[in-house]
């Protein structure tokens, strides 16, 4: 089953809506690290309005034509603003992706394909030679939409966040 989506830039009053999509998406992940355990880090998905003051970034959802918020994530134009542990900040020639989050009711209508597809066209028109961006075993459903998609492991791009493992993936353009 397909859905049309708009793919299109966070309006500010779609901020908290989005926010606590993420956490919900992101509370649910079995294995991933609870809000108890990382309070800056659901903040900051709370808060994901936010990245769009940073320089090059971009907050983008998905959106159907009734106006159901159905996902959003942050692209990044200058990588230098990723903001994610490790390497990834000091690559050149490069945009980020981070956050992706799909309301669960939405799954499996192609919008987390739509909005990274989104993506990788901003990163072309802005002649870079590849898209970064880093997932965990616990989003394993990413994972594997990542892989179909061409993206592929880059262990110079891992780090340990407070000693859980992230793994780093590329795609070249």
Same mark, same amino acid.
């Given at each position: 089953?397909?859905?049309?989506?708009?793919?299109?830039?966070?309006?500010?009053?779609?901020?908290?809506?989005?926010?606590? $999509?993420?956490? !919900?998406? *992101?509370?649910?992940? %079995?294995?991933?690290?609870?809000?108890?355990?990382?309070?800056?880090?659901? %903040?900051?998905?709370?808060?994901?309005?936010?990245?769009?003051?940073?320089?090059?970034?971009?907050?983008?959802?998905?959106?159907?034509?009734?106006?159901?918020?159905?996902?959003? $994530?942050?692209?990044?134009?200058?990588?230098?603003? *990723?903001?994610?542990?490790?390497?990834?900040?000091?690559?050149?020639?490069?945009?980020?992706?981070?956050?992706?989050?799909?309301?669960?009711?939405?799954?499996?209508?192609?919008?987390?394909?739509?909005?990274?597809?989104?993506?990788?066209? $901003?990163?072309? !028109?802005?002649?870079?030679?590849?898209?970064? $961006?880093?997932?965990?075993?616990?989003?394993?459903?990413?994972?594997?939409? *990542?892989?179909?998609?061409?993206?592929?492991?880059?262990?110079?791009?891992?780090?340990?966040?407070?000693? *859980?493992?992230?793994?780093?993936?590329?795609?070249?353009?």
């Amino acid at each position: 089953m397909t859905a049309q989506f708009e793919i299109r830039d966070l309006r500010p009053e779609e901020s908290i809506d989005l926010g606590r $999509l993420l956490v !919900d998406v *992101y509370t649910a992940l %079995e294995g991933f690290p609870t809000p108890q355990a990382q309070p800056d880090y659901y %903040e900051m998905l709370a808060n994901i309005g936010q990245f769009a003051a940073r320089k090059g970034a971009r907050v983008l959802v998905a959106v159907k034509p009734d106006g159901d918020l159905v996902g959003g $994530l942050v692209y990044f134009g200058d990588i230098a603003e *990723y903001g994610a542990e490790g390497t990834a900040k000091n690559v050149r020639n490069a945009s980020g992706i981070r956050l992706l989050g799909i309301d669960p009711a939405f799954r499996g209508l192609g919008a987390g394909r739509a909005l990274t597809e989104y993506c990788i066209g $901003l990163a072309r !028109d802005k002649g870079h030679g590849e898209v970064i $961006l880093h997932t965990t075993r616990a989003m394993h459903t990413a994972w594997a939409l *990542y892989e179909r998609m061409g993206f592929a492991r880059s262990e110079d791009l891992d780090f340990s966040w407070d000693g *859980y493992p992230v793994y780093g993936l590329r795609l070249q353009l």
